[in-house]
Structures are given as C-alpha cells and as structure tokens.
C-alpha cells in the first residue's frame, strides 16, 4: 500500500466544512476560496457536510415514505432538486462543468428517489436502506465542492466516503475500523494528494468490510473529517462552522460568553457532550494516537483565530466552560423493598439504556432508599422507557421495584475544565453561587476524572443558574 504521505512528501490538511459553510453557492465559493489559500501552501483533502438542511429534508422523506405518504416525498424530492440545482446554477458559469454538476446532482437524486421509493412500496425504512440513502446529501455537497475548486482552477475529485472509511455494521451510528480505513485512505486518497488533485470527500458515511453503506450518526461528519486526518497522518484538522470557536458558555444565555483561545481533547469531548454544538462528541478520538491538533475555526469570519484543540495544554487553570441542557429529563429508579438489591436494578437500567442506544448524560444514586436516577436526552427518553419496561418486567410484575418516575421539567448543568482536577473549594462555590439564585440542585454528578460537574436544576432556572456559574468561575469577557 502506498503511503500517502510518503507520496505527498508533505504532511496534509485535512479541513471539514459542515452544513452551514457550503448552505448555499455564496458559501460553497468563500469554502472553495479558503480551501485554495491553503492548497496553494500543502496537501489539502477536505470532507464536506450535506447543504444545511438537507440532512433533516432527506430523513422526512424517509419517514414520509414509510408513512405512504407518496405525495409528500415527491414535494421533498422537488424541493431537494431545486435546492440543488439552483445551487449549481449560482455556483458555475453556464457551460459544459454547469452541465456536468447538474446531470450528476440528478443522478444522485434518482438514486436517493429509488430508494425512497422502495420504502413507499414496503411501508417500511430498513436501517440498512435509510443509511444508503441519507449520505446522498453529502455526496450532493461534495459533487458541487469539486465542481466548484475546479472552475477555479483546482483540480480536485468528489469522493464518496463509502470507498474510503471502513465501519462496523452499527447502521446510523457506525464506528469506524481503523486500520481497513488507513488501508483504504491509502489507496483512494492517496493517489489523488500525489497527483496533486484535492479530495473532496464526503462526512457523515463509510461503509462496512462487505462494502454495505453505513453512516456515523447525526452531525458525524466531523468524525469522518478526523478519522480521513488520522488515516492520512495529517498535520492538523481545521473544523470550518458557523461560530468563532469553542465558547466558555452559549452566548445566547450568556452574553459575558468568550472565545477559548486553546482546549484539551478531553474538554472538548466532555463539551461536545455536555451539549455545546461545535463538534460531534467522538470526533477527537481517533486522532489522541497521533496527537493531531485541531482547529474549529468560523468560515464566516475566516480572519479570527478559532479555537486550538490540542492533547494538552501546559497550565490549566480551573473550570473552562459551562453548557446547558434543556431538553434532557430524569429518570428515577427505586427499589420497593429490600427483596432486590440496586446494584442488579442499575445493572439492569444500564443495559436497557444500552439496548435502546440511549446516552446517558449523567448519573446519581444514594441514600439508604438506594434510589438511582440518570438524564437523558427528550428526545430518547420514549425508547429508554419502553426498554425498561421490557428489561424491568418481571420486577414490575412482582413488585420488586416501583414504576421508574420521570421529571422533565429539569435542565442539566456542566461544568468542564481539567483544571478542576483537585481544586478543593470549588464545587462548594458552583453550588453556592446556584444556590444564591435561590435554584434547587436537584442533583449532582461528579466523575472520579473530575473533568466534569455535572448539575441538575429546574428547567426555569437553568439559564440563571449558569450566568450565575460562568460569573463565579470568572470565565467570562478578560478586558
Ligand atoms: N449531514 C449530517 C447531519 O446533518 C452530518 C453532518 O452534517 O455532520 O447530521
Ligand atoms: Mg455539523
């Protein structure tokens, strides 16, 4: 297998540009130019998300289509090409690359409106199907991308990631395999870097050993722009949004809210998870080995120096950021008498929550009642639920344990910096400066890491509470 960078001579970028940064052919031409500037300096392959949109669009019509909803998907399909094309339109000049972008952006249509079609005649979306057929947003994207580089002079390929990323066959949310991935990075990137011709490669998908499509799971485009980085050994990855970096807190609930000039892969994880939407939470791991920086940096105002995420950084100095939560809930779990012990009850909770591929953002238990209770995303809490149901049956039927209780009008709380590692004092002053607000903690959660404080109040007073946490922790404006 040839080594790309070997091949190339130079180590390579690797740049992701997500939805909002190619939403339109205004932004497709600004990512086409930052692309330009740094391919005129080294090696650049970039991965692409879907329009901005698109995704969501492609996925109702999914739904649509098994609902039997037949007028509704092809209403999703006219606007899907219209979107597209008009992109294209916008995009290049009239002539044979205008012509070429827009019978290829059909094409891939069709293929989408296939498969879609199959789903309205069975009535059913087969995971298997629904993954091949929502990477064709970004395969959209990525078609145009290259068309667009080229008309300026870059030669440069859309590549379907389905070549290139190897994954389990975990469809919706795959994980990739990363030595088939190297191998064949290796031998479809590669070539292109030595040419010098610019990838343009599709995020979001791969496809399994057998060669089936899968994809990574909602916002993984990320993820496949830091599995191309670590499967190409590249220098660094440059992350292109829509926002000035990673923030000490959401601006929108905290004006006093700053640009973090550096973080850790572990902070940023935990913030990814914690609900700040810059990254996809699992984006970092595959480059830990190689220790690849990255950079999540704005395609609206290019010129600003975004956030360095790095392995980690020399002096790190208490809390960092603070996310929040609102569309989370709490379950609660209880034993109804001493028959059955909580540690097979939270076994039990656990591979529920597992089955259902439910994340657990938190979790607590104490007390002589041996209650437990964990937070979940609204959005998974109907699956958690019937998973329970199902793993509990039996205690339910017996008595053993009281019906799991849930509380939905709460919010969650966390606070991330490996800083905190240590510091005595300081989760006493969070729960204070909450408590000032007369906010009730509800609960708490803190990993023996302590990387993260995790804190549950109610949903009407979480905003203040975190004003209220970001003031105390001093993570706000330095003037
Ligand atoms: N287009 C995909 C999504 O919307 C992946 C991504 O944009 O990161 O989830
Ligand atoms: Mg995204």
Redesign the pocket.
């Known amino acids: 297998m040839p080594n790309p960078r070997q091949a190339v001579g130079l180590p390579c970028l690797v740049m992701k540009f997500?939805?909002t940064s190619v939403g339109s052919a205004e932004r497709i031409q600004a990512a086409a130019r930052l692309t330009a500037e740094q391919h005129a300096k080294r090696p650049v392959a970039i991965v692409v998300?879907?329009m901005a949109k698109?995704?969501?669009l492609l996925l109702d019509t999914t739904r649509k289509a098994e609902a039997g909803d037949e007028a509704g998907v092809d209403a999703n399909l006219v606007q899907l090409i219209a979107r597209h094309e008009t992109c294209c339109r916008e995009l290049l000049p009239e002539g044979a690359p205008r012509d070429a972008a827009l019978s290829g952006t059909r094409a891939l249509i069709q293929e989408f409106a296939r498969v879609v079609k199959g789903m309205l005649m069975l009535g059913e979306r087969p995971v298997q199907s629904v993954d091949r057929a929502?990477a064709i947003?970004?395969r959209l994207s990525a078609l145009m991308m290259a068309a667009c580089l080229e008309s300026q002079g870059i030669r440069a390929a859309a590549v379907n990631a389905a070549a290139v990323i190897a994954t389990d066959a975990v469809f919706g949310n795959a994980t990739p395999l990363m030595e088939e991935t190297r191998e064949r990075a290796a031998a479809v990137i590669g070539p292109l870097l030595a040419e010098r011709v610019l990838p343009v490669m599709t995020?979001?998908n791969g496809s399994t050993l057998e060669g089936v499509p899968t994809?990574?799971?909602?916002?993984?485009?990320?993820?496949?722009a830091s599995i191309l980085a670590a499967a190409l050994d590249a220098a660094e990855l440059w992350i292109w949004t829509d926002v000035d970096g990673i923030m000490t807190a959401d601006p929108r609930v905290v004006p006093e809210a700053r640009v973090l000039d550096a973080i850790t892969y572990s902070e940023a994880a935990e913030l990814a998870y914690a609900g700040a939407k810059v990254l996809?939470p699992r984006t970092l791991a595959p480059l830990a080995e190689h220790k690849i920086p990255v950079w999540s940096k704005n395609s609206f105002a290019p010129d600003k120096p975004g956030t360095r995420i790095v392995p980690a950084v020399e002096a790190a100095t208490g809390p960092r950021a603070v996310t929040s939560m609102m569309d989370v809930a709490m379950v609660s779990i209880e034993p109804a008498g001493p028959a059955i012990s909580s540690a097979k009850l939270m076994a039990e909770a656990m591979h529920a929550l597992d089955a259902a591929g439910v994340e657990l953002l938190a979790i607590t238990s104490s007390s002589y009642r041996q209650n437990f209770c964990f937070i979940v995303k609204q959005s998974e809490l109907a699956g958690a639920l019937k998973q329970l149901e199902e793993e509990f049956a039996i205690e339910l039927a017996h008595g053993y344990v009281k019906p799991p209780e849930v509380d939905a009008n709460v919010g969650l709380l966390t606070v991330v910096g490996e800083g905190m590692r240590g510091t005595p004092g300081l989760a006493g002053r969070i729960f204070t400066a909450i408590s000032r607000q007369n906010i009730n903690i509800i609960a708490i959660a803190q990993g023996s890491s302590e990387l993260t404080i995790a804190i549950v109040v109610r949903r009407d007073g979480l905003e203040q509470a975190v004003r209220a946490v970001h003031e105390e922790c001093g993570l706000g404006r330095r003037t």
């Open positions: 997500g939805g998300s879907a698109v995704t969501d929502i947003g970004e995020g979001f994809t990574l799971g909602r916002g993984g485009s990320d993820f496949s996809h």
